[in-house]
């Protein structure tokens, strides 16, 4: 009997500290529905306005000064050769130049250095009107086999390049399988310029993407050769262009790293590129462009971050003014003797 009441007690405890707490919860709730919770809302006085839009202006506009001065400090050589590598009698087909293997796709041409660029130089291709980010495109692989290789069996996501001669293809899928496979070599006279091919793709990607004991198995088989080939012999962690290749772009134009030339180039120097022009693109009229950058501590060549932030700059410092003349014109009747309101009630039970 003592213990039924010692439990009635309890019960009867608990029950008297849920009302008020259910009642707290709902004048809390009460108060955000009529808008009525302590807060502190401030008074945007004149003074307070002009002086905040003058501050953010006179911050984005130096700040947009100095991005816009790293960005035309970064030298860019930029060369279309899609058009100019196909041989004259083929330049109204260049399909059939494209596909035709018996023709060499050996193509040279020489680049002048308008100003001096200091190392490294990062050597990229470009692609125009290339689609990566279409729907089937982008499904078309298996990060699983990328990673354990034949041990991974689903490949249905691979289609139609996931079996050729009935056995599976390691790395399976269109992106794998249409692999950029065109080739630069560069040349400073008779004297080869070296082109570090290492370390371009993302050090996550080659640690924790791609399996280190994964190789090439049964790649570019069929009757239609997409792009390159595979080494069969290399893991897939160490195909470091086709790890740069497997990132999809979102964009139609693009720009993927090549490699990267680590000694300086002078002024006026004058540069040989030696390159095999066999990546299909005329079948969707796309563009191939070989581009040579420096880079500065923003990055590479890009104005539009300075021009954004000198804009934004302007345009503060501009409407401060206007509002500092309104306000000069017309002042506020009653003065700006309070910047900040706060609206804290204590909450009564």
């Known amino acids: ?49 002009i002086s905040t839009f003058f501050v953010v202006g006179v911050i984005f506009f130096p700040i947009g000064l100095l991005s816009l001065h790293a960005s035309q400090n970064v030298v860019e050589i930029v060369y279309r050769y899609d058009v100019e590598c196909v041989p004259v009698l083929y330049r109204s087909n260049k399909l059939a130049y494209i596909k035709n293997n018996l023709i060499p796709k050996n193509c040279s041409k020489s680049l002048k250095i308008p100003k001096h660029m200091k190392a490294p130089i990062y050597i990229y291709y470009q692609l125009d009107n290339y689609y990566q980010n279409h729907r089937r495109y982008v499904k078309s692989r298996s990060d699983q086999q990328l990673l354990h290789g034949l041990k991974h069996h689903d490949i249905s996501s ?22 950029f496979n065109d080739t630069y070599s560069f040349f400073r006279g008779i004297d080869e310029v070296k082109v570090n091919r290492k370390n371009i793709a993302w050090k996550s990607d080659r640690d924790h993407k791609f399996g280190k004991q994964v190789y090439p198995f049964n790649f570019q088989n069929g009757t239609l050769s997409g792009g390159a080939h595979l080494d069969p012999n290399i893991p897939l962690s160490d195909q470091e262009d086709l790890i740069v290749w497997m990132r999809t772009s979102a964009l139609p134009t693009f720009r993927k790293l090549y490699g990267r030339i680590e000694e300086d180039l002078d002024a006026d120097d004058i540069i040989t590129v030696k390159l095999l022009n066999n990546y299909n693109t005329y079948s969707f009229s796309g563009s191939k462009k070989l581009v040579l950058s420096t880079s500065s501590w ?38 700006d003797t309070t910047n900040l309101s706060c609206n804290w009630k204590p909450m009564s039970g």
């Open 1 to 49: 009997m003592e213990m039924d009441g010692r439990s009635s007690s309890v019960r009867a405890g608990i029950e008297t500290d849920s009302v008020p707490l259910r009642q707290g919860r709902s004048k809390i709730i009460y108060q955000f529905t009529q808008q009525n919770l302590p807060a502190c809302k401030p008074v945007l006085s004149p003074p307070w306005v």
């Open 298 to 335: 923003l990055g590479g060549h890009n104005n539009f971050l300075g021009m954004a932030y000198i804009s934004i700059g302007a345009s503060f410092i501009f409407v401060a003014f206007v509002f500092m003349l309104i306000h000069v014109k017309n002042p506020r009747p009653n003065g």
């Open 158 to 179: 691979c289609a139609p390049e996931d079996f050729k001669h009935g056995l599976p293809v390691v790395p399976c899928g269109l992106i794998a399988w249409s692999l």
